[in-house]
């Protein structure tokens, strides 16, 4: 320990650290005279400017805010090393779990130096894999992904797939032959939150008009559409399927039944809820709405005959799976599978004659069986606490594939034998990680009005409660998102430094059914803060670190929930990361698919509805006498989702208003998006540069330095 402080002591010395803000020369940012009115209420905007992402000057001011942030962080001696340490650990071989599809199998590996997974198929279990898309051919700098929504011809020779560039929302889809391993002239573009459904020689996608050039990664998302698309036609001859003109803020998607005889569309408002309907494609018959409203969500598992087997949260706030005859409309014919009970249920995949049930149980999957009437038969044992993050299976076979991982255990498949209940490892990765020294537990603390809230602790074992130990505390508590234990390469640097890594299930989120999440949304909103509050005091209280320890993290909706708190508290934390945050809470649906975002936090233009945004908004709750701690804000360029001004209008506040010693700083990505599809090595740098930041502003020294 001695030689630890004297470390500390040292590097702090070379970098002659400064308790002034003249540390801090933070690039100039004008302001511009933007005033609106709201209900009476003026509200000052002065960086709009920002919001021109195409601008000379907002590409100037990035520049300059890299500069300074990368600067900032070159300086600090143990980068390169925390870096290095990314690297060993990221350089692994991971797979995700097979799925069969007609009479061949199809997953994504990556041979831990990849910077994007690459797509195999394989004809059986026993056979060697081949290549057949590799994303990483498509770009110098493996910014060009491939997203998991692929289709397979009926006849088995066609794959559709659709890749991303920059890790933006925005896709194009391109039909490859499967034998030849070479794409056809099929090109589809202007795809966005898409699904691909086969059909005949052909497909069906969601797409919108295209956008204004340089307007693509900002303009409002509107007039969303189903397609199809003919093979070896031009996208422009593709014929409209199905769309809205009455509400161009509505978005849709389709899927196929397995035997190809029904259409479903879904149609969605808001982040939440959605319309069913149906059509039978051997018939001349239109579209038929099997749901009324966007109260309930409705998502078609399988079908079987002409009963549709559709998970729902119908009258059922933890969720509940039913049949429903596509022959009556009457909800009164719908026959609960699965009915509602005490835990969530997640996901089903009807295998064989039954159905495999992931249930979440205080915020962590459990497994059950059941047959194809609903009736329990048994449990599939799961390693240890944790979570499962898919399930493949088909109706037709006995076999199916699921994975699993924890915290300190990184995805591992398992092979499971329907019929005789038997589970076998059938993919487990081998990585630079010793996960028996540390531990993981779920404790449950009291929230504002003595809530009971679940939160997951991990650090290593033996681990002495003095207040010293640095703690990274994550949290999201929106959108019905439930957050289980889950694996992150990123995260094992903290806590091979005796870092503490928490995880509050905070309300908001999915973890106890839609109740959970209604008390976390739109006036409710304050009880996400106040829960993450008071994760926040229990680990203080509780010895595991202090003030000048702890540093939290959130991402998209936790970004908001990242930047609300450190308004709210800035007491109870030293390091704080808001990440492609929601930050502007009165402008937000203004952007690319805001809009959808309305149900779940309100509108700036209703009255009652402002005043609730306006008092919990980031963006308009920094103010001069708060004493903040150190804050780097993340975000990227290609982010068509939360638009990157959300992140550029609060730093320019923070570092207008801000007088204290601690850094406020915002890293900007290039060529990276919301988050998916971003290439390893820009996760390992930017993961690199997150710990950086956080042990040098606690006063920690990471155990690399020799």
């Known amino acids: 320990m001695k030689q630890k402080v004297f470390l500390i002591i040292l590097l702090f010395s070379i970098l002659g650290v400064s308790c002034t803000k003249s540390k801090f020369n933070y690039p100039d940012t004008k302001k511009v005279s933007q005033v609106d009115e709201y209900f009476g209420e003026i509200v000052e905007d002065p960086y709009r400017w920002l919001e021109d992402d195409n601008s000379e000057e907002t590409e100037n001011w ?8 990368q600067s900032y962080l070159a300086m600090i001696p143990f980068r390169e090393q925390i870096k290095k340490r990314l690297t060993e650990l990221w350089d692994y071989e991971t797979i995700k779990s097979p799925s069969k599809k007609g009479n061949r199998y199809f997953f994504f590996k990556n041979d831990g130096k990849q910077e994007q997974h690459v797509l195999y198929v394989q004809n059986s279990l026993e056979d060697e894999a081949e290549i057949l898309i590799d994303p990483n051919e498509l770009s110098d700098y493996g910014t060009v992904s491939m997203n998991s929504e692929y289709a397979i011809s009926t006849d088995g020779k066609y794959i559709a797939y659709q890749i991303s560039r920059g890790g933006s929302d925005w896709h194009e889809i391109l039909v490859r032959d499967i034998e030849t391993k070479q794409d056809i002239e099929d090109h589809v573009t202007w795809v966005k939150f898409s699904k691909i459904a086969w059909y005949k020689d052909g497909f069906y996608y969601s797409r919108y008009p295209e956008t204004e050039d340089g307007r693509e990664f900002s303009s409002l998302n509107e007039n969303h559409k189903i397609y199809y698309h003919k093979l070896g036609t031009s996208s422009t001859e593709d014929k409209v399927v199905f769309d809205n003109k009455d509400f161009p803020l509505r978005g849709y998607s389709a899927e196929v039944s397995g035997d190809e005889k029904y259409l479903f569309i879904y149609e969605k408002e808001s982040s939440s809820g959605n319309n069913l309907y149906v059509k039978n494609l051997q018939k001349d018959d239109g579209f ?19 009963n549709l087997i559709v998970l729902t949260n119908f009258n059922a706030p933890k969720y509940k799976l039913v049949r429903i005859n596509v022959n009556s409309l009457n909800v009164g014919n719908w026959i609960d599978v699965l009915p509602e009970k005490k835990e969530v249920l997640q996901k089903c995949a009807l295998a064989g004659d039954k159905i495999i049930a992931s249930y979440m149980q205080d915020a962590k999957t459990k497994l059950e069986v059941y047959n194809i009437k609903g009736g329990y038969l048994y449990d599939i044992e799961l390693p240890t606490l944790g ?48 996960a028996s020294e540390y531990e993981t537990k779920q404790i449950f603390y009291k929230g504002k009005n003595g809530i009971k809230i679940p939160m997951f602790i991990v650090h ?37 430094n005796g870092g503490i890594f928490a995880l509050a299930n905070i309300r908001g989120g999915g973890e106890y059914g839609e109740n959970w999440h209604k008390a976390g949304a739109r006036l409710n909103k304050q009880n996400v803060f106040d829960d993450f509050i008071a994760a926040s005091e229990y680990l203080i209280e509780e010895q595991y670190t202090s003030p000048e320890k702890l540093a939290i993290q959130g991402a998209s909706n936790g970004g908001l929930l990242i930047g609300a708190v450190v308004n709210q508290r800035p007491d109870l934390f030293k390091v704080a990361f808001p990440e492609v945050g929601v930050l502007d809470m009165l402008r937000f ?61 609060y730093i320019a ?54």
């Open 387 to 434: 979570s499962v993050s898919d399930i493949n299976s088909s109706v037709n076979s006995n076999e199916a594939f699921y994975t699993f991982s924890s915290f300190t255990v990184a995805s591992t498949i398992f092979k499971y034998d329907v019929e005789n209940n038997l589970s076998e490892i059938y993919f487990e990765p081998q990585i630079d990680f010793n």
């Open 589 to 649: 649906h203004k952007f690319t698919i805001g809009w959808a975002w309305v149900e779940e936090y309100g509108s700036s233009a209703d009255s009652i509805q402002f005043q609730n945004l306006y008092n919990y908004s980031p963006l308009h709750n920094i103010h001069e006498d708060i004493d903040y701690p150190a804050v780097m804000a993340i975000t990227a360029d290609h982010d068509d989702r939360v638009v990157p001004a959300h992140s550029f209008k």
């Open 62 to 69: 990035v520049s300059a805010q890299n500069e300074l942030t």
């Open 460 to 496: 290593k074992k033996g681990l002495e409660l003095d207040r010293e130990n640095p703690t990274l505390l994550y949290a999201y508590g929106g959108f019905n998102s439930s957050k289980l234990p889950s694996f992150r390469e990123d995260r094992l640097v903290w806590l091979e």
């Open 653 to 706: 506040t923070l570092q207008e208003k801000y007088n204290g010693k601690n850094p406020t700083l915002i890293r900007i990505q290039t060529n990276a998006g919301h988050g998916s599809g971003k290439p390893v090595n820009i996760k390992i740098q930017e993961a690199a540069d997150k710990w950086t930041f956080a042990f040098y502003n606690m006063g920690e020294v990471p155990n690399y330095i020799e």
């Open 288 to 306: 038929v709405m099997l749901t009324k409203g966007f109260k309930y969500d409705y998502d078609v598992i399988d079908q079987v005959g002409d």
